[in-house]
């Protein structure tokens, strides 16, 4: 069938067709499938969007920039499409889908398609659905780690290089600005790269970006770990397996987290940084990713594979029962840090204890310290104020600033509430989960002011009338719809 | 956080919110993802679209006209917006997947999210994948046809409601023209809805389009059937069984075709349309989309069905080893199928036999005819030209005609090949799916002249330098795709 293109410009990110609604259901093509476009003597696969909006007629179609530029489009041309054979991916998928062991280049082809936008979200959600139905054997880890190492951009720095990862799922926990600074004014090289938030209230990137800029490009990054020995900064936009970030996209709509691609998220990222010493939090328990026991096969595996690609891992299960920290949202969880660093006397003891526990561990990993004596050398460099200075100039070369107290107060969410507790009682739990959704209800963390602040811990006594936690948000609404959420969910017991 | 809002008036279907991507990266949203739009004390959950045409500033957002009236708003108002919370169907498509049982009101929760698109192709995928992992047990099964048809539109005619299906993957098969026009003329009522091309070349609303109108809406098909006693008309705008559609667009991407679903999609399809003796056609075969021991397990679960929601209905497993019929694509299809109609010796023979095998089924199932004596019915009807009456009557109150043969000649690709058989041969086979790549590529079902033309059937001695097929398109590129294609799969041994 032929059709008159109507130029858009409009970049894709790969090729993409819209057709008006009408002529779709001519063509009985829908959304996310394929046509190919033929003009001349070239041809093109291209995805398929429709337009509902009018802006094109009939026997009209609108093609992206990467369309046009390949075949050498003008406005008013007619080119002629009909529907397109699947890209080989989508066949590979299907035979995973039938329980199929994947071979290393099939994996690569899928890793491939991913990254280049080749196969849609939808068809990606086959693939996660597939590896969370029939797993993947060591081989195709091992393929997969190498294809989304592979597919990405890597970097490469001197010195003894560490990277710590926490497999998440706790609240607040914000330790790794500490460990960072910690391992940073030790000497030991560590260009952090985070996330954001994923399923907790907030990630680390999300949090450094409430005093300072996180998104630079890979040159920049050499420069702030060149100055300071270190980063802290996301690593979406860095290209480091990127295959990662399309996959965690498409996992989260169904918080599928499967084994394999846990795995290979957490390895590739920590190879292509050029990490070699790595250390693993596991955080465990009822409100935790993970029970005791499989956290311990999930070490196991870590270590296995962490071998097989030359890095020297460690993991650590840690307690992972309710909130590391007071704050939980950008701007409380800053403040909790700063507050560890600075030495001040408000700094939560259990934040500060697992940060002085993971720098120490590194320092043993890595060779800086002897058996046994990690957690003394991080203590000292954290009681000196290096760590401090160090945080102060990492901040600073990633053009931010180290805010005052009183700063940090008059930033936070304005909309504010109180809870109170009805009766005198003792904590026996506090939910992870819940309090992660209650903070991302308030808008932690988009509002970087939003969020939830902790008065106790599991085990404190409670008074009736003394404050549980206040609520901070920037809208009345929000402020509203968490409060709603943690009188119905009861996330402290 | 805040944006401020760009009015685009667009009709999405649904509440779809564009974000530039500067605002998505911050806000750590990607599309297909749920955000809340608040305004004032209204709340409105809304799926997330990304542009990267820079026709939005970061910190502005578009929005929908589902929500733009829902919530009131105009130009360069300020709305608030957060992560949303998932629909409870997510949870309970997770649920599926982790190979737990959907109660009733879940499938219908489910289903009712799919038809009103409040969720998207990657979680329908998940769902699609569930199902085709883990199956479906009668109880689920009658649960999801039930779904499908209270979730749309349902007919009711009065009289002897008839109806056949067939399950599909042989290529040409153009019987239900044929069966539609006998039945009509013997008084039987026969409101035939059927498909475009889903996994062959063309399908029966395609082939019926290349001479007379397909798409109505409820009103008009039952003016066509009150005139006609009956019709031949495309399903998929009718909104009976909708969710049947969406989830057949999502099938489609792997071509899973869960038996569960293929079930309630042809029985909820059944149902909705009002019929009441239902012949359903089983083709097997090696290149079939069954085999003869799985027609006949299909076979038991479509009657076990059937009988639940009341369908007087009968499988026949029939020969599907080979293309039946000469032409395969619109026109050459309809061109078959006029050629039996009016007795023309040119008329393929196998396609004549089997639609008098069908037509005579359905007269024994809905008491018309005794037992054994169908056939013979249906054959007097043919030859009396009756059918023929019948079929013009129907195509010329669908707003078509009945062409000629000169017509149809004129009508068909202007660029044609012949393919020569290089040696002599006796036709061992004749491969399905590839005849209906090889008549895709061509541009068929689009270009209602391509496909292809078939000389021969299994059984014939081919002599060298006699054709084997011609094939037609409607630009050189096509011709050339599809000859490419025909040597290199060798369809015909």
Redesign the interface.
Known sequence: ??LKVKI??????RPISILDEETA????V????RISI?KD?H?IISVIDI???GFLNPGEIALSNEIISTLNISEGDIV????A?KPES?IL??KK?DGGKLMDSEIRNIITDIVTNAI???????FV??V??HGMDSRETESLIRAMVSTGKQLHFNGNVVDKHSIGGIAANRTTPIVVSICAAAGLIMPKTSS??ITSAA?TA?VIESIAKV?FDIEEIKNIVKKTNACMVWG??LGLSPADDKLI??E?????DPKAQLLASVLSKKISVGSRHVLIDIPFGSSAKVSRSEGLILKKDFEKFAKKFGLNLRCVLTEGDEPIGRGIGPLLEIRDVINVLKRDENAPKDLEGKAIFLAGQIFELCGKSEKGEGEKLAGAILDSGKAFEKFRQIIETQQGRVPSAKEIESRLGIYRKDIISEKAFKISSIDNKKMN?IG??A?S???KGAGIFLYHHVGDNVEKDAKLVTLYA??P??LK?AFDLFKKSAPII
């Open positions: 069938m032929q858009l410009r409009f970049i894709a990110g259901v001519k063509l009985n829908h959304i996310g499938e033929f003597h041809k337009s509902k909006s002629d499409i009909g529907l054979e989508v998928i299907k889908i849609t979200e939808a068809e990606i959600a086959y659905s597939a969370y139905q954001r938030a990630g999300d998104e979406g936009s996209q498409v989260r709509i169904l918080n599928l959704l991302s209800i808008g963390p988009m509002d920037a809208s609404a929000r719809s």
